[in-house]
């Protein structure tokens, strides 16, 4: 091969590679997602009834579950405290409150000389303002249909929407169980107005598997830690984990969302952090909108919510993120103020970072 063939081959090998290194990262870029800020309710059940007249809390069991199957969705951020703890009403009509923010997140706040978020006192809001604050983006809820154990000769014990169920014969002490089934539905509800965002029916047909072990109905009086070292917490894991993935998919055509939690002028401070897979250098939007309700904002009936102007009122870049909170640097305004509680929607992710060439 002559000299200008071989820089012909070797333009076309660094091309080739250039491409391919530009498809990964648009793939990196394209494969990070937001977890939507979700609040968990009840999961509803029956209890297992068993043949000696006990009950084992089953309703428990999924609730506990429920929480270690939206972490592996890698899809859902959620928190056990709301960000914005109220402490009282003053007489014209603002709440005094506390902000819940973890330790790290105090300190980045310290940090950077924002001592009013920082320390512990309060901090006044308008009730609207610390509700919207608190408010999620989507409530899950559901409900356990039926839960069956099925043993030899098709004894089964269990429960359906007309209530327990156990065949005749059954012992008092325990049941080989061949298959084990469950049944349930799940719903992703707005906060605002209970609208059904998702909804998944999980059947039993979906969830049968064969499990094949020795129950002793007394060890389930232990409580939930047996329940979960035998075959059938895999089975309402598999349940679960189908109603979660439903939902995620359905969620998908609701844009991520999350508020301002306060306006420093230079900075703006956003729920939302390294939980819900911020990076420094994402773009936030910012919109200011008007709800009116029918009685106390968050707890009454919302009549209104509009004034969602086309252009936001600032595009911020992230400059710091910290566990449940981010902090943004804007980029382009219109000059009106960012109200705490503003809507805050995703504008791009920043541009994935090239692995280095080895």
Known sequence: MNSKKLIQASAILALSALSLGNQSCEQAKQNRELKKIIDVG??????LVLPDGNRFDFQFVVNQQIYSVLYASK?????YQAPIQGLGTSSNGVESARLNLTENDQG???KLGLSELASEGGVHYSKEAQCMMNMPQARLAGAVNSFELVGGAGLTLGFNSSGPVASPGLS????QVKVSQLAMSMRALSPMTSNVMGAVDITSKQTQTSVNFNLIFGNLSIGPSFFFQTPLAKVTEKALTKGVTGLKDQLQSYPWQSRVLVDHENLVTIIGGINVGLEVGDQVAVYNKIYYWEGEPCASKLLYEGGLSPEPVAILEIQEVADEISLGKPISETGEPRYPGALVQLHKLHDPIPAPSK
């Not at 009840?42 to 209890?47: A, E, R, T, V």
């Not at 008092?172 to 049941?175: F, K, M, T, V």
């Open 42 to 47: 009840l999961i509803q059940s029956q209890p």
């Open 75 to 79: 899809a859902f951020a959620f928190r």
């Open 108 to 110: 980045v706040l310290a």
């Open 172 to 175: 008092n002490l325990g049941l």
